[in-house]
């Protein structure tokens, strides 16, 4: 996400203030039900679910208020109440506290519910006096803990009563938001216009639309640490009176905890966490409480490891850590077998427990994709007279490491790379190559300065990708003041730069300043928590060529949080890149190293034409002379659960996949025969489906099986999902490996199902690759990963390259860029490329990690900033150059689109200067507003030439483009058909502009769709609204 895009949005957050609620009610019925009160203390919605119900008749005010008591065995207060304020038009305020004893309350099921009704007189007026505010606000106080929640903020409701009209109900975030999702409902029995906006830097949603007789839904996933603004707005759609307002501010989790007052159990019972590695042979087991004193009352502790059968196989000592007992246990090889992990304090067994399993299964040490054949586009390297040369990019030895760095052609550096210590620059002693194969090559070379050997370890991959792995020896106790490596760049080619740390949709992008002087630190801003002032990724370069480096963690580096760790520097011709491996003194005696990888760009590039691609819309409409590209559904489309595995059908049944994929059925009717046959065949139907289904929009599951016989169908190439991060509870594999996957420390939670908590290691790998041969059996074109993010592991144990455990967090970068070439890799093996490039799809908006998508052959893009905001504002220049285009990683460009909302057509309209100026017609609709202007253009385009073999393209953003635009902020593509005729679609993403066209000569300027006259000659002006476009033919000019 560019600086630019996040500066507007939270401009957007920061003009935003909370007010009051507002809303009608009619009467009779149950009036409006409202989810959610808000904590005065935070102005956040509080973490405790309390509802409201509201509803009048001739007599008087009813009101429902319920809220959830303490798990057992907490109880609920006397002191607990809620509270009813009331101002009736012109009158004075009344105030009733309702307590938990009172008789119109009641606690079934985990809550506790009181239903109140207040006369008019009790509340100061004869009657509800219809079409005058009233002043309404409902309080809930929690004693444990203490906590005052509102369903007004920051001020009470204005409420005005009805004879006659509609209610609405706002139902809530469902089941998943304590997890990792929302799925926001709202429902009505009559007909209510809805228009709703969650702002957020994290997932922006709208939705805008009419809701009959029935509900709406809007649905996404959520980050940690992220505070999202709801605004809800409901309405008559006949009239447009408002019916009624809302917004309030949310967040679930803060640094990995709930972030608000939940229940505190005055006496908390212990919890024993048992955290299985099974590649290391490992158990950590930690015995906790929240009253630390019941842990010290145990006395001497001790863990047991017993199977099945109640058998002790290993027995450890508790050590007393921070109030905790723990142990770090090493395992023998252990049999298959189911294990419970128990403690005994003061010789009795106590009741805290946990378990892990050891398993066996089919995918386990497969090593898939591992073979070491080079995918295509890739060459084997070549390596010779110092000299290791990959597809597009290589290095030259010289001094410690390398005096050029090859990218497409160019030279980045202005002189060789150094390494100084304590303001000594280390010295070469001496260098050998240790592996020279076609997919590999290995280089050691040894350097010193005083007091500290160095073994420089370079292992350069197929793909021009190069680790570095620092081996340091002090000969004797070293201090260490500081050390920098330095890679002096050459300025001219760095104009853009692209980070890592902040995590998705928040990650910086921008233009570097063209003067002398800082260009770019890891620190400004810093990313949070203990590896401040660190960075795990760094790209700087142009549209064409570039360099990045990165690092997993700063493991071993002499620095402290805060310290800044990387920096670019510019004077004259000179761009100096330096890492700050030590910011201060430390002292080393024993061996360390450090690890990091560089990658010149562009590492491949994109040689066959790919313009026909499209990407499915969703829908029967498909733009003409077009092939259609798409991910495969999973889920009930394709009769999969979750609780199964990944992408595996109901009891591994693929009769219904395979009837899909035959693609010789008639009509929806045949579909859906052979769906209900085979629900019946397993017992299957729309109340009994998964354990982990998501409460969805009332779409049968008839009807998501007939989707996913279409989606099949519309399409030309299918490649099959999967999601990266995934883990279920209900996956035979969370028993053995929730541990060694799991991104926080421990195990991941048993009761929910999380969709974005792993890392890929190699038994990760092998686990999702596994369950991808099926697919890649039935001829899938290729495999699609979803989420390809920057997230920290912060389980120090998960490592499983590194014996022992990690010293600090770290982001698994070498495992993610694992993933993506074993599954190119295993592609290949199937025969499987596309368009010359590996047969691999990833998602990776605001990702565009080099060492990850080089093995990919199309990236994904453009999964933020959804909603009607123009679409300019949404992703801006820079982040287009460096994200979008795959320039760099040669894949083809692919981006999600939506523009819903009341201004839904007009944000379509304002896609295609961005469509037009950057050469990005491979779309695929992701609520996109389909409008009759825009399916003209797409199909104009296509039919003109767009995508043939004998159709040139030059892209706004190329250089080589003939076309030569004067302007600040439009840009111009050319299409050149072998007839001569050329189509140049101007797109400006900017304010109204005069825009100045030269074309190579003299020619005939019409308007593409209303055939106007614009101009005769070889230059001529337009002048373009804001986000304008323009479609232009050019004859005579061949």
């Known amino acids: 996400m560019t600086q630019k895009y996040i500066s507007c949005l939270l401009s957007a957050l920061l003009i935003f203030s909370a007010s009051a609620m507002e809303l009608e009610i009619a009467k009779g019925g149950k009036g409006t039900f409202q989810y959610g009160a808000v904590s005065t203390a935070s102005g956040l919605l509080s973490l405790r679910e309390v509802t409201h119900q509201v509803s009048f008749d001739d007599s008087g005010l009813t009101v429902t208020q319920t809220s959830p008591l303490p798990p057992a065995p907490m109880k609920i207060t006397a002191e607990d109440c809620g509270i009813v304020e009331v101002t009736p038009p012109g009158g004075k305020k009344r105030s009733f506290r309702i307590a938990t004893g009172d008789p119109c309350g009641k606690m079934p099921q985990g809550k506790w519910s009181w239903t109140k009704k207040f006369t008019w007189k009790e509340l100061g007026t004869a009657s509800a006096e219809y079409g005058k505010p009233w002043k309404i606000q409902l309080v809930r106080e929690f004693r444990n803990q203490t906590e005052k929640a509102v369903w007004s903020y920051p001020g009470p409701a204005s409420v005005v009563f009805r004879e006659k009209g509609t209610n609405f109900t706002f139902n809530g975030f469902g089941p998943r938001w304590k997890q990792i999702g929302y799925e926001i409902t709202w429902s009505s029995p009559g007909r209510?216009?809805?228009?709703?906006?969650?702002?957020?830097?994290?997932?922006?949603?709208?939705?805008?639309?009419?809701?009959?007789?029935?509900?709406?839904?809007?649905?996404?996933?959520?980050?940690?640490?992220?505070?999202?603004?709801?605004?809800?707005?409901?309405?008559?759609?006949?009239?447009?009176?408002?019916?009624?307002?809302?917004?309030?501010?949310?967040?679930?989790y803060r640094n990995g905890t709930p972030a608000g007052p939940l229940y505190v159990d005055p006496d908390p019972p212990l919890k024993l966490l048992a955290a299985f590695y099974p590649r290391k042979k490992h158990l950590n087991v930690t015995l906790s409480c929240p009253k630390a004193e019941k842990i010290a009352k145990l006395g001497k502790v001790s863990?047991?490891?017993?199977?099945?059968?109640?058998?002790t196989v290993v027995s450890a000592p508790a050590v007393r850590t921070k109030g905790n007992c723990t142990a770090a246990i090493g395992l023998p090889e252990l049999p298959e077998n189911k294990y419970i992990v128990y403690a005994v304090g003061k010789g009795k067994r106590l009741a805290a427990s946990d378990t892990f399993a050891v398993i066996k299964f089919p995918w386990q040490d497969q090593k898939y994709g591992q073979s070491r054949l080079i995918v295509p586009p890739f060459k084997p390297l070549d390596c010779k007279d110092g000299k290791v040369q990959a597809l597009c990019t290589g290095y030259e030895t010289g001094g410690i490491l390398w005096n050029k760095i090859n990218a497409d052609g160019r030279d980045l550096l202005r002189a060789p790379v150094r390494l100084v210590a304590n303001g000594e620059e280390f010295k070469f002693k001496s260098s050998h190559i240790v592996e020279a194969a076609d997919d590999r090559v290995v280089i050691e070379n040894d350097l010193a300065v005083t007091g500290l050997g160095l073994t420089l370890r370079q292992e350069y991959d197929y793909d021009g990708m190069c680790k570095l792995i620092f081996n340091f020896v002090p000969q004797g106790k070293m201090k260490i003041d500081a050390m920098t490596l330095e890679f002096p760049l050459d300025a001219k080619e760095l104009k853009l730069f692209h980070s890592l740390g902040n995590g998705m949709r928040r990650n910086r992008c921008g233009f570097l300043p063209d003067a002398d002087g800082t260009l770019w630190r890891a620190d400004q801003p810093s990313v949070g928590g203990a590896l401040a002032g660190f960075r795990p990724y760094i790209w700087f370069g142009g549209i064409s060529r570039g360099f990045c480096w990165f690092a997993e963690s700063d493991e071993n580096w002499g620095r402290s949080k805060g310290d800044n760790t990387l920096s670019l520097v510019r004077k004259g011709d000179t761009a100096l890149f330096s890492i700050h491996l030590f910011t201060r003194p430390r002292v080393r005696l024993q061996p360390?190293?450090?690890?990091?990888?560089?990658?010149?760009?562009?590492?491949?590039?994109?040689?066959r034409n790919y313009r026909k691609l499209t990407g499915d819309f969703f829908g029967s409409w498909i733009p003409d002379n077009s092939e259609t590209l798409t991910f495969c559904v999973s889920g009930a489309k394709a009769t999969m659960r979750t609780q199964d595995g990944p992408n595996v059908p109901v009891e591994n049944d693929w009769s219904y996949i395979d009837f899909i994929i035959r693609n010789n059925w008639k009509n929806r009717a045949e579909v859906e025969r052979t769906a209900a046959a085979f629900l019946e065949k397993h017992g299957l139907n729309d109340k009994k489906w998964s354990r982990w289904s998501k409460s969805g929009d009332g779409t049968t599951l008839l009807t998501r099986m007939w989707q996913g016989a279409r989606f099949w169908r519309c399409a030309k190439y299918h490649f099959q999902y999967f999601n990266p991060r995934a883990l279920c509870p209900s996956w035979k594999e969370f028993e053995m490996y929730s541990s060694q996957w799991f991104l926080a420390v421990g195990h991941a939670e048993r009761t929910f199902n999380d969709e974005y908590c792993c890392h890929p290691d190699d038994d990760y790998i092998d686990f999702i690759l596994?369950?991808?041969?099926?697919?890649?059996?039935?001829?899938?074109?290729?495999?699609?990963?979803?989420?390809?993010?920057?997230?920290?592991?912060?389980?120090?144990?998960?490592?499983?390259?590194?014996?022992?455990?990690?010293?600090?967090?770290?982001?698994?970068?070498?495992?993610?860029?694992?993933?993506?070439?074993?599954?190119?890799?295993?592609?290949?093996?199937?025969?499987?490329?596309?368009?010359?490039?590996?047969?691999?799809?990833?998602?990776?908006?605001?990702?565009?990690?080099?060492?990850?998508?080089?093995?990919?052959?199309?990236?994904?893009?453009?999964?933020?900033?959804?909603?009607?905001?123009?679409?300019?504002?949404?992703?801006?220049?820079?982040y287009i150059l460096t994200h979008t285009l795959g320039k760099q990683t040669g894949c083809l460009p692919w981006v999600l689109v939506n523009t819903t909302g009341s201004n839904g057509a007009k944000?379509?309209?304002?896609?295609?200067?961005?469509?037009?100026?950057?050469?990005?017609?491979?779309?695929?609709?992701?609520?996109?507003?389909?409008?009759?202007?825009?399916?003209?253009?797409?199909?104009?385009?296509?039919?003109?030439?767009?995508?043939?073999?004998?159709?040139?393209?030059?892209?706004?953003?190329?250089?080589?483009?003939?076309?030569k635009v004067k302007a600040k902020t439009t840009r111009c593509t050319t299409i050149r058909r072998q007839d001569g005729t050329v189509l140049l679609l101007v797109g400006n993403r900017g304010k109204a502009e005069k825009v100045t066209l030269t074309l190579p000569r003299a020619a005939q300027v019409t308007d593409a769709l209303s055939k106007a006259r614009i101009a005769d000659g070889k230059e001529f002006s337009l002048d373009l609204p804001q986000y304008g476009w323009k479609m232009l033919l050019v004859k005579g000019n061949k």
């Open 192 to 252: 209510v216009k809805v228009d709703a906006e969650i702002v957020s830097i994290e997932n922006p949603r709208s939705f805008h639309d009419i809701v009959n007789n029935g509900s709406g839904m809007l649905r996404t996933i959520m980050n940690n640490n992220t505070e999202r603004t709801m605004k809800m707005q409901w309405s008559d759609p006949g009239t447009g009176r408002v019916l009624g307002k809302r917004e309030f501010k949310w967040q679930r």
């Open 303 to 311: 863990f047991h490891i017993v199977n099945e059968a109640g058998k």
């Open 592 to 607: 360390f190293s450090i690890v990091m990888g560089v990658q010149p760009t562009p590492v491949k590039k994109v040689t």
């Open 770 to 878: 596994h369950h991808a041969l099926p697919f890649l059996d039935r001829d899938y074109t290729g495999l699609y990963f979803d989420n390809l993010y920057d997230l920290v592991m912060q389980d120090p144990w998960a490592d499983i390259r590194t014996p022992g455990t990690r010293k600090v967090p770290y982001y698994p970068i070498w495992g993610m860029r694992d993933l993506i070439k074993r599954a190119a890799t295993l592609c290949y093996e199937r025969k499987r490329t596309f368009f010359g490039l590996p047969a691999v799809m990833v998602h990776m908006t605001d990702c565009n990690v080099v060492p990850w998508n080089s093995f990919a052959g199309i990236t994904l893009d453009w999964e933020m900033g959804y909603g009607d905001t123009p679409y300019p504002t949404r992703f801006s220049d820079e």
């Open 907 to 963: 944000a379509t309209d304002t896609l295609l200067p961005l469509t037009f100026g950057y050469d990005l017609f491979c779309q695929t609709g992701s609520g996109l507003t389909k409008t009759e202007r825009w399916k003209k253009v797409q199909n104009f385009v296509r039919n003109f030439g767009y995508g043939e073999d004998s159709t040139t393209v030059w892209p706004g953003w190329d250089d080589r483009n003939p076309v």
